[in-house]
């Protein structure tokens, strides 16, 4: 079927930023729509948003720029290509940017383009989106990573860790993950307010904090487990966005909460130390994405007890996924659709990180929509973990809801297997405090 028309308009994000919607309607009037997140801690690695910069204009955040990217120089390439041509496609795209990092176009509109051509090829067979883009081969519910605390970029910085997530280690459903994860949020909210620690919601639904130290929420997180009548390393586990990049100068990390500074020996130490003491069984971008020796350290130290996985340091880019292989430098990586651009090389990078025996972690933004393209990514390859941000706010929650539908709708073929995934990167239980 023939690609008639390409269209596309400006949208908003969860902070109320402009994004871009791109629209793309078949010769048979069947449509598929690509909804472009848009992150705050980006890696200097990533594939470009293109922004107008007009500071008269959405305090130069607007997307027009991209948009007439998509309605003119895309379109016209586009329409008469046939839609099942996903790959072709996206090629195509890249090769009319013909820059690294896609800023001649923008990547958020190529990946508007990709993702509503995806939409509109499944649409168009009367699929699911999941079913399309794993070609009928993904039946994984994954194992859900939710944010609690919310700090860093997301929090401005009322503290100095990006995320202290929770696992459902113990949960033999994909609802009982659910189900854990409402009770402790829940919990760690009651707790939060009765220290009158709580300043409200940060970007991505988790409690915004107020702390004196960066090791103080770990002391809130593991009340909440308790309190929600959990056992720490047993029912639940802790995960980590460190977001390093953002920590680093390049010769030393700083804690601004409490005005610490380390050298990258010393950070290291540090991670360990914290892998050590708390029942931890992920962290991401514990070092920023230049430190490859605190990299490998660590990963030489912790990377059979821990998920260690690479953000910012790998921005879902194939080749420094393979670079980071080839180095030991973790054994895990963050998927993120927008930080490389197009559907066909996210899915080649999560293809390569599985064939190395690592893990993929489907991914959010910040800057989130009312889409789950993501949770149908997530099944479609079976990468086994999505990481959409807390339990809060619709653009969040829709995602986990998708699962719960497409978990339905795969109906005895769905599949899973909670924890059992880290089998294949552990050897050892992480420490229980």
């Known amino acids: 079927m023939k690609i008639k028309d390409i269209d596309a308009y400006q949208i908003y994000d969860s902070r109320g930023f402009p994004t871009l919607e791109v629209e793309v309607t078949l010769a048979s009037g069947t449509q598929g729509y690509g909804l472009v997140p848009s992150g705050a801690s980006t890696g200097q690695f990533e594939a470009l948003e293109l922004r107008d910069n007009d500071s008269s204009r959405f305090r130069g955040k607007s997307v027009f720029k991209a948009i007439n990217n998509v309605k003119t120089i895309l379109s016209d390439a586009l329409k008469g290509t046939s839609v099942f041509d996903m790959e072709q496609i996206d090629r195509k795209m890249i090769a009319l940017d013909g820059t690294v990092n896609k800023s001649n176009l923008g990547a958020n509109a190529i990946l508007g383009v990709s993702m509503a051509v995806a939409n509109a090829a499944a649409n168009e067979k009367g699929i699911p989106l999941y079913e399309y883009l794993g070609e009928g081969k993904g039946t994984l519910i994954p194992l859900n990573e939710i944010q609690i605390l919310g700090g860093g970029a997301h929090a401005a910085w009322a503290i100095d860790i990006q995320d202290y997530l929770v696992i459902a280690v113990g949960a033999k459903t994909y609802e009982e993950t659910l189900e854990m994860t409402h009770n402790i949020y829940h919990a760690a909210g009651e707790v939060m307010k009765a220290r009158g620690k709580c300043v409200g919601i940060a970007d991505e639904g988790g409690w915004w904090p107020d702390y004196l130290t960066n090791e103080e929420p770990f002391e809130v997180f593991l009340e909440a487990v308790?309190?929600?009548?959990?056992?720490?390393?047993?029912?639940?586990?802790?995960?980590?966005?460190?977001?390093?990049?953002?920590?680093?100068?390049?010769?030393?990390?700083?804690?601004?909460?409490?005005?610490?500074?380390?050298?990258?020996?010393?950070?290291?130490?540090?991670?360990?130390?914290?892998?050590?003491?708390?029942?931890?069984?992920?962290?991401?971008?514990?070092?920023?994405?230049?430190?490859?020796?605190?990299?490998k350290r660590f990963n030489k130290v912790c990377g059979d007890k821990v998920q260690i996985i690479g953000d910012d340091l790998f921005t879902t880019n194939i080749e420094r996924i393979k670079q980071g292989i080839e180095a030991g430098l973790a054994n895990s990586v963050?998927?993120?659709?927008?930080?490389?651009?197009?559907?066909?090389?996210?899915?080649?990078?999560?293809?390569?990180?599985?064939?190395?025996?690592?893990?993929?972690?489907?991914?959010?933004?910040?800057?989130?929509?009312?889409?789950?393209?993501?949770?149908?990514?997530?099944?479609?390859?079976?990468?086994?973990?999505?990481?959409?941000?807390?339990?809060?706010?619709?653009?969040?929650?829709?995602?986990?809801?998708?699962?719960?539908?497409?978990?339905?709708?795969?109906?005895?073929?769905?599949?899973?297997?909670?924890?059992?995934?880290?089998?294949?990167?552990?050897?050892?239980?992480?420490?229980?405090?």
Request: hydrophobic residues 40%; proline residues 3%; aromatic residues 10%.
């Open 334 to 433: 963050l998927i993120k659709l927008n930080q490389i651009g197009t559907v066909t090389e996210t899915l080649e990078a999560i293809r390569v990180t599985q064939e190395a025996g690592w893990l993929p972690v489907v991914s959010a933004r910040s800057g989130e929509t009312e889409d789950a393209f993501i949770s149908h990514l997530a099944v479609a390859t079976n990468a086994g973990q999505l990481k959409v941000g807390s339990f809060a706010r619709s653009e969040r929650m829709i995602k986990w809801n998708e699962n719960l539908r497409i978990q339905r709708s795969l109906g005895d073929k769905a599949q899973f297997i909670g924890s059992k995934i880290y089998e294949r990167i552990l050897k050892k239980k992480p420490q229980i405090a």
């Open 226 to 295: 308790e309190k929600a009548g959990y056992v720490a390393g047993k029912d639940v586990a802790i995960s980590l966005d460190i977001a390093a990049s953002d920590l680093f100068d390049g010769e030393k990390y700083h804690f601004k909460l409490t005005n610490e500074s380390f050298s990258p020996e010393a950070f290291c130490d540090l991670m360990i130390d914290w892998c050590d003491k708390y029942p931890i069984i992920s962290i991401e971008d514990p070092f920023a994405d230049t430190d490859f020796e605190s990299w």
